[in-house]
């Protein structure tokens, strides 16, 4: 008399599961679409550096310096090459060594902001930075349109070892150092920069770099908000209002200044990601 209970609460449980399952593939799929069209900007660098994703001219160019007064299509220097099949998927683009050229893509692919400016840039890194950086600092990424202190987001590695690994969002300089201050000066715990002391980065692996921003432009009494993580773990965040004056024709995203090493999947939404939608961006659920 048992067995046909039994069966019949076995076949309950087992609709209940697959109905549970369904809903949460379903959600992953809501999700990962959300991201997709939140997404501006997308170098894979499978086969190409060239941008598979982009709002406007997403070619890959190379500049003679930070000044960007040439700006040349393509790689143009013999250092830096697509390495196959050493990317976190496919290929990834390899920086040999430092240059005082710049590998850059313009401005126009950034998100269209509006009132504010908010959004996330994401990618992947694999070197050991103590080790293979030259002398000086190292900006994996950087994007202004004037210089690194003015108006501009980067992270990089700092100068000294061990090299910590840093966030640094500046307002327009005459808005967070209308006194101008030198640089050696200004008190460390002021700087606009979020330090990550021994990051962890290694030949070895592939760590994902995330940094968000949010609210950048708002009035004064809605403070702005950028966040860094490392493999989609929180690692800090700058509070408080910050103003940037962008042109977007002139606006650069700059990437491997003085840095050696891979670099992959380099992505730029218009808004900034929360830490479960970072994990799909990491689990490639958000490549094209």
């Not at 609709?15 to 170098?43: I, K, M, P, Y």
């Not at 959004?119 to 190292?138: H, N, S």
């Not at 730029?268 to 961006?281: G, Q, S, T, Y």
Request: glycine share 6%; hydrophobic share 40%.
């Amino acid at each position: 008399m048992k067995w046909p209970y039994i069966l019949f609460l076995c076949g309950v449980i087992c609709l209940v599961e697959a109905g549970e399952t369904n809903r949460f593939a379903n959600a992953q799929e809501s999700d990962a679409t959300s991201l997709r069209q939140a997404l501006a900007f997308h170098a894979s660098f499978d086969s190409t550096a060239d941008a598979v994703v982009k709002r406007g001219d997403g070619r890959v160019y190379t500049t003679e310096s930070l000044a960007r007064k040439e700006w040349t299509p393509g790689i143009q220097r013999a250092d830096v090459s697509i390495a196959k099949g050493a990317g976190v998927f496919g290929d990834c683009i390899r920086f040999a060594d430092k240059s005082p050229k710049v590998i850059c893509y313009k401005g126009e692919v950034l998100p269209s902001y509006q009132k504010t400016i908010d959004g996330t840039v994401c990618f992947w890194m694999r070197l050991d930075a103590d080790k293979d950086l030259k002398p000086g600092y190292c900006d994996p990424i950087q994007i202004t349109e004037r210089a690194w202190n003015d108006a501009a987001m980067f992270v990089d590695f700092d100068k000294d070892l061990p090299r910590d690994f840093r966030l640094g969002v500046f307002s327009n300089l005459t808005y967070w150092n209308p006194e101008n201050i030198a640089w050696e000066k200004w008190p460390v715990e002021k700087r606009p920069m979020v330090t990550v002391k021994q990051p962890g980065f290694t030949r070895e692996a592939w760590k994902h770099v995330a940094f968000t921003f949010e609210g950048i432009n708002a009035s004064e009494n809605k403070p702005a908000r950028t966040a860094l993580f490392l493999d989609g773990k929180l690692q800090g965040a700058l509070e408080g209002p910050m103003k940037f004056t962008w042109d977007p024709a002139k606006t650069a995203i700059m990437i491997g200044i003085e840095y050696i090493g891979d670099m992959d999947e380099l992505f730029l939404f218009d808004r900034p990601l929360n830490a479960d939608e970072l994990k799909m961006v990491i689990q490639g659920k958000v490549k094209q």
